[in-house]
């Protein structure tokens, strides 16, 4: 995609944004490599100190949260960024980098500019990835997270799954019209569960762009492959267990959502998150899988009463 051709599809997204009551911002973030964007959205009073952050999947961006931030802006700041690579962000230099500690250091730079002299803390809504952003920040000493939901994610890892995904994550998929590609896009989201049409066309429609050729195609860099391409067996045991001692050391409340038939968060782990660390809280949606899409009436009551209570 050109520059000229991704600012034009930016714009045209900015304006749906505005048109349901977000506004798009961004700031600059630090590599070692460089400086880059990251967007956001930010629905809600400027000035409300309490914050909810939400943080998407790995191939999904901030626009999975427009229903569950429509639904808690009137009690809080909801703030959705894009996670760099990903939708209206820049890209890294070097893909290497597609990692989770540039990750989390790109959300420490969003927090001091979302945060206030009034509040210092945070809620953090985080699927997939976007819990194990929040996971790492919740687990770190002086962590401004007060509450954290991790919806169908933890600690253990499946390489193959992980090594399925590095797979496909490259595949420069494109299609003639809109139609074709969000046909594709339900295709391989079926385990989100049952939607209806108008649901499964903002699924798609959000994570698509078009191309100066008229060729519409995945919003992400797909250069996020590369990182996957060089997990191994010992790779994997060893980011499993830094990630089951940054769950231990999280103390804030915490609630875990999963889909009844997640392939990623297994229910013995989930019963696991149950009984250490947090103690997360646990509830399960039936006909889900990985992973619940937070845009269905009873999974926004359950982030929501969570929050609120």
């Known amino acids: 995609m050109t520059e000229s051709m991704r600012q034009t599809t930016e714009q045209a997204s900015d304006a749906a944004a505005a048109a349901s009551g977000a506004v798009v911002k961004s700031i600059q973030c630090l590599s070692p490599v460089g400086l880059h964007r990251m967007a956001y959205k930010q629905w809600g009073a400027p000035d409300n100190p309490d914050v909810v952050v939400c943080v998407h999947g790995l191939t999904r961006i901030a626009d999975d949260f427009d229903a569950l931030a429509q639904a808690l802006c009137r009690d809080f700041r909801v703030v959705c960024p894009d996670v760099v690579g990903r939708g209206r962000s820049g890209r890294l230099l070097n893909p290497q980098l597609y990692a989770l500690p540039q990750y989390l250091s790109d959300m420490v730079s969003l927090l001091a500019r979302v945060l206030s002299d009034d509040n210092q803390t945070v809620s953090w809504v985080g699927t997939s990835m976007g819990g194990l952003i929040g996971m790492a920040l919740a687990s770190l000493p002086a962590t401004p997270v007060r509450k954290l939901v991790l919806n169908d994610i933890g600690p253990s890892l499946n390489l193959e799954a992980l090594q399925r995904i590095g797979e496909y994550l490259d595949h420069d998929t494109r299609f003639a019209t809109f139609d074709e590609a969000a046909a594709y896009v339900r295709q391989i989201s079926q385990t989100f569960g049952p939607h209806t049409d108008a649901q499964w066309h903002k699924l798609a429609s959000d994570v698509l762009r078009q191309d100066a050729d008229g060729k519409w195609r995945r919003h992400y860099d797909l250069q996020l492959a590369q990182p996957f391409k060089a997990i191994t067996a ?9 990630l089951w001692g940054a769950y231990d050391a999280i103390a804030c409340p915490t609630l875990l959502l999963r889909g009844e038939q997640s392939d990623l968060l297994s229910r013995a782990t989930a019963q696991a998150m ?3 660390g947090p103690r997360a809280r646990l509830l399960e949606f039936a006909g889900v899988g990985h992973a619940p899409t937070l ?15």
């Open 295 to 309: 845009v269905q009436d009873d999974q926004i009551a359950a982030v929501k009463n969570f929050l609120l209570n």
């Open 234 to 242: 010992d790779t994997v045991k060893r980011d499993e267990a830094l």
């Open 274 to 276: 149950t009984a250490r």
